[in-house]
Each structure stands twice: as structure tokens, then as C-alpha cells.
């Protein structure tokens, strides 16, 4: 991870019998803009959900700053 302030390495989420995250990794640095975008039910919205914190991946890890939040308590 260099500039990196947000990653995610191998990121799954299964919504029942739906993928809706497939090992997505992926490195977001300070001072750019980035886009998400996809079809309808892609998993968007899931992605997003995760990296923010308010969902837990059923695998793979969120960095923030260098630092593993994946599992921090409630």
C-alpha cells in the first residue's frame, strides 16, 4: 500500500444465492476522484456498504491509512 488512504484486498459478499462482491482488491489515494458504476444489482451499493464500514464481507480485508479495520468491534 503506498499513497493508498483506503484498499481492500480480496473482498467477498454473497447476498443468498447472489455474488453481489466477487475478490474485488482495489487501492484509493488521497486527492482523486473515483467512480463506482455498473449495472442494476452489480453490488454497488454493497461494495460501498463494506467499505464504509456499515457491512461485513463474508471474506477479504478494509485498510484504512494503512491499518486493518476489517474485524474492529462495535
Known amino acids: 500500500m503506498n499513497n493508498a488512504i483506503l484498499s481492500c484486498r480480496k473482498l467477498n459478499k454473497r ?3 447472489t455474488v453481489a ?4 482488491s482495489y487501492e484509493f489515494e488521497s486527492s482523486h476522484f473515483y467512480a463506482i458504476k455498473g449495472h442494476h444489482g452489480a453490488g454497488k451499493s ?5 467499505l464504509g464500514l456499515l457491512e461485513d464481507s463474508d471474506n477479504g480485508s478494509v485498510y484504512i491509512d494503512g491499518v ?3 474485524n474492529l468491534p462495535s
Do not use: A, E, R, S
Open 21 to 24: 462482491v466477487d475478490k474485488i
Open 15 to 17: 447476498l443468498g444465492n
Open 46 to 50: 454493497t461494495f460501498l456498504q463494506i
Open 68 to 70: 486493518d479495520v476489517t
